[in-house]
């Protein structure tokens, strides 16, 4: 992680914040855990993650590309919202896999104490497979 915050203040990125999160993707009640790291770019913060959800007969995964800005900016609370693309990893117990594009519109709750938690909500926009899915995480 080292070599990646040296890497990215030398390219102009601030900030660099790996964090981990879980939640529900609620349209098929399926659990979900995923790693991220979030760093500044301009006025953006970029927010690269995968995510893995634990689904009955097969593996799903997710791999994003999202931004968000800063839409409220309290001492103890700030909200953001944003959007990006990705891809949908998935392969079932039995068939082909399939890898499908994605795109993302995020909203969400950051506080301002140790870890940074944050709760989010996430539209995820892919061929046959749309959900809402809801998040909570912390960062490092």
């Known amino acids: 992680l080292s070599l990646a915050a040296t890497l ?11 964090g981990v999160r879980g939640g529900i993707y609620t349209d098929s009640d399926d659990l979900f855990i995923g790693a991220d790291v979030k760093f500044n770019v301009l006025m953006f913060n970029a927010d690269p993650s995968v995510e893995y959800v634990f689904i009955d ?7 994003n590309a999202d931004a968000f800005i800063s839409v409220l900016n309290l001492p103890a ?20 896999s399939s890898q499908d594009p994605l795109v993302n519109v995020i909203a969400g709750v950051g506080f301002g104490v140790p870890f940074s938690p944050y709760v989010m909500v996430k ?10 899915v809801i998040a909570a995480g912390v960062r490092f």
């Open 8 to 18: 990215c203040r030398a390219a102009g990125l601030g900030g660099l914040q790996p």
């Open 77 to 96: 609370v700030s909200g953001f919202v944003g959007g990006g693309v990705g891809l949908m990893y998935l392969k079932p117990d039995e068939g082909d």
């Open 123 to 132: 539209w995820v926009f892919a061929d046959q497979n749309d959900g809402f």
């Open 57 to 63: 007969g097969g593996t799903m995964m997710t791999f």
